[in-house]
């Protein structure tokens, strides 16, 4: 007979869901997964317990890439997953936020970007780490520095760290910028409010980089334990009851 799963300790259970549903990459809820490991659905669907368990862990581990995206379109996932599942979220990657004015003493943030943070830290109250995209972060700082306004700069970077922090469990700001950033004024007042900097190379150095040696394994039906993708053929997008499911 094989063993009932509640028969494992919780610390194994854990385990296997860690297994199945955590990610290093941001979780894009709006397209395909192109992991190596496809999500696992049914695990959803098992039972009560498991829903919770695998659920709460799912949303919580997790980091959820709301990038590009529209305050409707968050609002609309965040009401499909369900207020329970929400609350769970503790980690998010958005776009930096639009400024509308940049005049002094005159600077506020547009409103879909007042209203998609508002959204997130209405309905994810346990948040604890936002992590801004890297073109979103460069066009800030692009804009920022043809301002050759040190003050503006200052003004502007203090409203964005007030509307992050807007969010009381928030224990880290994350800034994804390129090594060779426009100002190392505006890296510096980044720092004067305790946001984490993560770097990244030029598009251009990152090019160099790229090789099309026919030898290199560019073919990545295969993981490292040989396992072809091709044969797990799930499509997210074409399972428009995902969601649903792990919101249950």
């Known amino acids: ?28 809820p709006w397209v395909n997964f192109h992991q190596p490991q496809k999500l696992t659905p049914g695990l959803f669907g098992a039972n009560k317990i498991v829903n919770r368990e695998a659920t709460s862990l799912f949303y919580a581990r997790n980091c ?20 329970s599942n929400a609350n769970y979220i503790q980690h998010i990657c958005v776009d930096f936020p639009n400024f509308l004015n940049l005049d002094p003493d005159n600077v506020t943030l547009e409103d879909d970007s007042s209203c998609i943070l508002t959204k997130i830290q209405n309905e994810c109250v346990n948040l604890s780490t936002f992590k801004t ?7 800030m700082e692009l804009r920022l520095n043809a301002l050759d306004n040190p003050k503006i700069v200052s003004e502007a970077l203090k409203l964005v760290d007030t509307r992050f922090r807007a969010s009381p469990s928030l224990k880290e700001i994350i800034v994804e910028v390129y090594e060779d950033g426009p100002s190392d ?22 090019r160099s980089d790229w090789s099309f040696d026919d030898s290199d394994d560019y073919d990545h039906r295969y993981d490292d334990d040989g396992y072809n993708d091709d044969d797990d053929d799930y499509d997210i997008d074409n399972d428009s009851d995902f969601w649903r499911r792990a919101g249950d």
């Not at 007979?1 to 894009?28: A, G, T």
């Not at 959820?64 to 207020?83: C, N, P």
């Not at 004024?185 to 990152?206: P, V």
Request: proline fraction near 4%.
């Open 1 to 28: 007979m094989l063993p009932n799963i509640f028969s494992f300790p919780s610390e194994l259970r854990n385990r296997i869901y860690e297994l199945l549903l955590l990610y290093e990459e941001p979780i894009d």
């Open 64 to 83: 959820f890439d709301f990038t590009g995206r529209t305050s409707e379109d968050i609002t609309l996932f965040l009401k499909q997953i369900g207020h």
């Open 133 to 139: 995209s890297l073109s979103s972060t460069n066009a």
């Open 185 to 206: 004024h505006i890296r510096r007042e980044m720092k004067t409010h305790g946001w984490k900097i993560s770097t990244a190379k030029n598009m251009e150095e990152a």
